[in-house]
T-cell receptor, first 110, second 115 residues
């Protein structure tokens, strides 16, 4: 089956710093989503981005489907950005089930 | 509008008991998904409904797990003869349609603890 690998597994930043999270996947996909799981466990949709680039405030994401990776950029990080970031994909031709990576745990220190 | 809701938020049960977990999707969403998340892991797919029918149940771990969606809206995940290894957070998600784009929206989850 498809492999979804996220890096780095853990990241510690000072408030105000920028960061890049990476998601590599091993097969063609027709859906890619980035989520932020907050300390209460809620998965919050950040981006639906099977290809191209999107921006939402301090966050942006780029997916290069032909090279099978996606990047999530966080600028001017805040303590509220702390939590786990997941990348999840739907394999082309499959039903809509999402396959998740293992996540990147981000801690932003004041 | 309202998001995906799940009840109960927490469930503690004894080994061997039967439990039901409920999911209420976003109004108008025809596709509904169940996932399970163990501590420190990403969510793992269990079952997917398109309307009333289970279109893909390949993620159900064994025949103790069953899910229904009789009217194409609310879904119930049923676990028989619970085991300690069933302890996890059970997440439900819905999407507008089964056809691309599939953007899925998740509920807050039910934390199941089997003692």
């Amino acid at each position: 089956g498809i492999q979804v690998e996220q890096s780095p597994p853990d990241l510690i930043l000072q408030e105000g710093a920028n960061s890049t999270l990476r998601c590599n996947f091993s097969d063609s996909v027709n859906n890619l989503q980035w989520f932020h799981q907050n300390p209460w466990g809620q998965l919050i949709n950040l981006f639906y981005i099977p290809s191209g680039t999107k921006q939402n405030g301090r966050l942006s994401a780029t997916t290069v489907a032909t090279e099978r990776y996606s990047l999530l950029y966080i600028s001017s990080s805040q303590t509220t950005d702390s939590g786990v970031y997941f990348c999840a994909v739907v394999v082309s031709g499959n039903t809509g089930k999402l396959i998740f990576g293992q996540g990147t745990t981000l801690q932003v220190k004041p | 509008g309202a998001g995906v809701s799940q009840t109960p938020s927490n469930k503690v049960t004894e080994k061997g008991k039967y439990v039901e977990l409920r999911c209420d999707p976003i109004s108008g969403h025809t596709a509904l998904y169940w996932y399970r998340q163990s501590l420190g892991q990403g969510p793992e797919f269990l079952i997917y409904f398109q309307g009333t029918g289970a279109a893909d149940d390949s993620g159900l771990p064994n025949d103790r797990f069953f899910a229904v969606r009789p009217e194409g809206s609310v879904s119930t995940l049923k676990i028989q003869r619970t085991e300690r290894g069933d302890s996890a957070v059970y997440l439900c998600a819905s999407s507008l349609t089964h056809a691309s784009p599939y953007e899925q929206y998740f509920g807050p989850g039910t934390r199941l603890t089997v003692t």
